[in-house]
Antibody, heavy 120, light 108 residues
Framework: EVQLVESGGGLVKPGGSLRLSCAAS????????MNWVRQAPGKGLEWVSY????????YYAESVKGRFTVSRDNAKNSLYLQMNSLRVDDTAVYFC?????????????WGQGSLVTVSS | SYELTQPPSVSVSPGQTARITCSAD??????AYWYQQRPGQAPMLMIY???ERPSGVPDRFSGSSSGTTLTLTISGVQAEDEADYYC???????????FGGGTKLTVL
């Protein structure tokens, strides 16, 4: 069974940093491209970042470019999101999501999310 | 920039047909996808590549595309279909994923 479990969320002050992790199981992690998607409280979904299976290609939304860094460790079946210079409007539930093997720009499995709250 | 526009809400009675639209600007050259999100849960893929349905998704869910309008149709709506629905595609450069603002489906 495919499982994606996020961790590392919490309360942080504006300007602070946080690192999210996503532990993957139930599939060959190294074969799949991965994404981070976030959802502010009561709002819609916003794509944040993409990393290809071998980390060759990395993309970011304009809203986080220069502040967030996505990475992965295929040996540990893990995806990461390093978030620096956090702002109040980064407050959201952050989901990791898998891109299916035979398609692009879509997400077939999602984690349950990790809440990041940026507040003074 | 690339935008997908959805109506904020759609209401239907049980057994009726719900149509949720998603207007794309500019004309997309990427496929469209639809997700269902129930309160407190992660989104779930309901339609991929404009019209295809993943295994396990009831066949009352269907997708279509005409010009710049994408449509998710739910035939014979059931109470369990009450949820938020999001359309999603990618900008024409292929570097950004874009979501619509979401539509709350209410089953009366």
């Amino acid at each position: 069974e495919v499982q994606l479990v996020e961790s590392g969320g919490g309360l942080v002050k504006p300007g602070g940093s946080l690192r999210l992790s996503c532990a993957a199981s139930g599939f060959t992690f190294s074969k799949y491209n991965m994404n981070w998607v976030r959802q502010a409280p009561g709002k819609g979904l916003e794509w944040v970042s993409y990393i290809s299976h071998s980390s060759t290609y990395i993309y970011y939304a304009e809203s986080v470019k220069g502040r967030f860094t996505v990475s992965r460790d295929n040996a540990k079946n893990s995806l990461y999101l390093q978030m620096n210079s956090l702002r109040v409007d980064d407050t959201a539930v952050y989901f990791c999501a898998r891109e299916p093997e035979n398609d692009i720009f879509t997400f077939d499995y999602w984690g349950q999310g990790s809440l990041v709250t940026v507040s003074s | 920039s690339y935008e997908l526009t959805q109506p904020p809400s759609v209401s239907v009675s049980p057994g009726q047909t719900a149509r949720i639209t998603c207007s794309a600007d500019p004309l997309p050259n990427q496929y469209a996808y639809w997700y269902q999100q129930r309160p407190g849960q992660a989104p779930m893929l309901m339609i991929y590549k404009d019209t295809e349905r993943p295994s396990g998704v009831p066949d009352r869910f269907s997708g279509s595309s005409s010009g710049t309008t994408l449509t998710l149709t739910i035939s014979g709506v059931q109470a369990e279909d009450e949820a938020d629905y999001y359309c999603q595609s990618a900008d024409n450069s292929g570097a950004y994923v874009v979501f619509g603002g979401g539509t709350k489906l209410t089953v009366l």
